[in-house]
Nanobody
Framework: QVQLVESGGGSVQAGGSLGLSCSASGSIFSIISMGWYRQAPGKQRELVANVANDAPANYADSVKGRFAVSRDGAKNTVHLQMNSLKPEDTAVYYC????????????????WGQGTQVTVSS
């Protein structure tokens, strides 16, 4: 089994910064991508930022220039640095590991963290 544990988040005033970290552990042979999604009340879950193997980071238009995602493939960790936060960034943020193989021949699966709340006040 694979577990994703998130840390960080919390409350901040508009214009402030927060960092989120996620660590994947368990029976992991390989991971294709790691990244962050978010879900605000009454809205669908949406991509924030994602990093796939041998590919540049991919960002939602709404966070480009403000957020930065970094991934350590050897440690199976991903970090999201969020700067110039806005009230509309308020949401539950979820870490996702995509295309996870638990052995060389296993099928690929996606895993999600439990979510961490980010609240930005105006």
């Amino acid at each position: 089994q694979v577990q994703l544990v998130e840390s960080g988040g919390g409350s901040v005033q508009a214009g402030g910064s927060l960092g989120l970290s996620c660590s994947a552990s368990g029976s992991i042979f390989s991971i294709i991508s790691m990244g962050w999604y978010r879900q605000a009340p009454g809205k669908q879950r949406e991509l924030v930022a994602n990093v796939a193997n041998d590919a540049p980071a991919n960002y939602a238009d709404s966070v480009k220039g403000r957020f930065a995602v970094s991934r350590d493939g050897a440690k199976n960790t991903v970090h999201l640095q969020m700067n110039s936060l806005k009230p509309e960034d308020t949401a539950v943020y979820y870490c996702r590991a995509g295309g996870v193989a638990t052995s060389p021949l296993s099928p690929l699966s996606d895993y999600w963290g439990q979510g961490t709340q980010v609240t930005v006040s105006s």
